[in-house]
C-alpha cells in the first residue's frame, strides 16, 4: 500500500509582517518622507501593504499598484493626522 500523500501547508493568508504595529510606528512619525522611508525599508509587498492599509482602516485598495498603496498608507497615517492638527490649531 503506498503511503498517504502528505498535506501540502495552506498558503499564508497574512503577509508575515506585524500590521498592526507597522500602522502604530507610521502613526507615530512626524514627516511624510520619514512614512515614505520607512515603508520602504521594510520592502513591504502588495500584499502585505495592503494588511497594513486594513489596520488604517482604508477602503477601496485592493486595484492600487504597490507605490500607489505606499504612498495611499502614508497619507492616511501621517498627512491626514498633519492636516487636522494643524485645524486644531488654526
Do not use: C
Amino acid at each position: 500500500m503506498p503511503p498517504a500523500p502528505q498535506a501540502q501547508p495552506a498558503p499564508a493568508s497574512a503577509p508575515d509582517v506585524d500590521a498592526a504595529a507597522v500602522a502604530a510606528h507610521l502613526r507615530s512619525l512626524a514627516t511624510l518622507d520619514d512614512g515614505a522611508a520607512y515603508l520602504d525599508s521594510l520592502g513591504l509587498k502588495a500584499p502585505a501593504l495592503r494588511a497594513v492599509a486594513a489596520q488604517l482602516h482604508l477602503t477601496r485598495i485592493d486595484r492600487l499598484s504597490a507605490p500607489a498603496l505606499r504612498a495611499r498608507i502614508v497619507q492616511q497615517a501621517i498627512g491626514a493626522r498633519n492636516k487636522f492638527a494643524g485645524l486644531r490649531h488654526w
